[in-house]
């Protein structure tokens, strides 16, 4: 009933409208055997084809196998429905190396992201090999999915990081209500949306011709994990909240106008003739029009990892875009919020990651990676 589909031309859980929960999982790959690669990538699209469709992970399923044997299902998500899995995957610069010969096939676009100012990256937390987005409308599925590909990955490849997120801090889909990050703005108000049939060709998914022909119907994947300040925001005049932004806090809308998806006039001025939109405004600096007409599909969601011991909250964002190409989408939106957002003062990027994520899986004789591998 509520099973989002496996096969297609692209992968979904990208213009899949955002679910509520996320694992996110990055693997690296162990194994120096191409061979062994290429047949985890087979064992995992099965296994992913059956999960996001509400089935068990393998065959005999959790309690269905020989007593003497480890089942080929952890168990926990027996009885519960699909839940809107979705599992996305895509590849790290780092697979590209020696090991298994794909120097040659490597993207321009997995070129490496610029060291942004102000990056506070940890190298633990950043990159990988293979990367695998859950999402699910119930975070035990979303685990449970994520936790079956790394039991089924055993001695082929190792967590290297993973995040759980919730709250889905952007709408992909104009039938979804926009949703709030932790510093209680709408966010996702102006993002590229499943309905926006155009730009998404033009914008998100990669073309023939674009480069690799391997990526022709996939889309380029950056995460950054971004802690905020919330107890130094908390203490921000609500007036200065909503420069920051350059929208309000209640409604959403640009500031100047009245409701959240009046247009964004930059040049409208206030009696005193100031512009409603400050210079430093973070939807200014953002927007398409500052930037080449470069869009981002934006996934992310909210993030509280408990504390961090010196009594503040260890919370954020964890941000996700899909793109056609990320030197000229994210990198030049990036580079000029690193240097001019007034929100930085309240952030602070702490991972980074950068994944080619390849067209869909077309039917169940086609796999994760067959293009590529
Ligand atoms: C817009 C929050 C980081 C790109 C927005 C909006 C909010 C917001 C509240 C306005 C509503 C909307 O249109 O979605 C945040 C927060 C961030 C963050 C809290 C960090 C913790 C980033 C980063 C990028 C980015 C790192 C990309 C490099 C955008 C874009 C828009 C936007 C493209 C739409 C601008 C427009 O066309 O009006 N963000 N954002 N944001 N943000 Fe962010």
Same mark, same amino acid.
């Given at each position: 009933t509520d099973a989002v589909p496996f096969y297609g031309e692209h992968q979904a859980g990208i213009v899949t409208p955002a679910q509520d929960r996320l694992h996110f999982v990055a693997f690296d790959v162990i194994t120096d055997k191409k061979a062994e690669l290429d047949e985890l990538m087979q064992e995992w699209t099965a296994a992913a084809a059956r999960m996001t469709q509400g089935r068990e992970a393998g065959t005999f399923g959790a309690v269905g196998g020989l007593p003497e044997a480890p089942p080929d299902d952890t168990g926990e998500a027996l009885g519960l429905p699909a839940s809107g899995l979705t599992l996305t995957v895509g590849f790290g610069a780092s697979l590209f190396d020696d090991r298994f010969g794909l120097a040659a096939r490597r993207p321009a676009a997995m070129a490496p992201l610029p060291k942004f100012p102000g990056d506070a990256l940890l190298p633990e937390i950043s990159g990988g090999d293979i990367c695998v987005q859950a999402c699910a409308h119930d975070p035990q599925v979303a685990v449970h999915a994520v936790r079956n590909l790394a039991r089924i990955g055993f001695g082929r490849v190792s967590v290297r990081w993973s995040q759980l997120g919730f709250g889905r801090t952007s709408s992909t889909s104009r039938a979804q209500a926009t949703p709030r990050n932790l510093m209680g703005f709408k966010d996702g108000t102006n993002n590229l949306k499943l309905e926006d049939e155009a730009l998404l060709a033009e914008q998100l998914w990669v073309a023939p011709g674009d480069g690799q022909d391997w990526m022709t119907g996939g889309s380029y994947l950056v995460t950054?994990?971004?802690?905020?300040?919330?107890?130094?925001?908390?203490?921000?005049?609500? @007036?200065?909240?909503?420069?920051?932004?350059?929208? @309000?806090?209640?409604?959403?809308?640009?500031?100047?106008?009245?409701?959240?998806? &009046?247009?964004?006039?930059?040049?409208?001025? &206030?009696?005193a003739g100031q512009p409603f939109i400050k210079a430093d405004a973070h939807v200014r600096l953002?927007?398409?029009?500052?930037?080449?007409?470069?869009?981002?599909?934006?996934?992310?969601?909210?993030?509280? &990892?408990?504390? @961090?011991?010196?009594?503040?909250? &260890?919370a954020g964002l964890f941000f996700m875009a899909y793109q056609r190409d990320p030197h000229r989408q994210f990198v030049p939106i990036q580079l000029s919020l690193a240097r001019h957002d007034a929100l930085n003062e309240y952030i602070k990027h702490v991972s980074s990651g950068l994944f080619a994520c390849p067209g869909g899986v077309r039917d169940a004789g086609d796999y994760w990676g067959r293009t590529l591998l």
């Open positions: 950054r994990k971004i802690r905020m300040m919330v107890e130094t925001w908390d203490r921000a005049p609500l @007036d200065e909240q909503q420069q920051i932004f350059g929208r @309000d806090k209640g409604e959403g809308a640009p500031l100047g106008r009245k409701a959240e998806f &009046d247009p964004v006039d930059f040049n409208a001025r &206030d009696a953002a927007h398409p029009s500052s930037n080449g007409n470069a869009h981002l599909l934006r996934r992310g969601y909210n993030y509280v &990892d408990g504390s @961090d011991g010196l009594g503040r909250l &260890d």
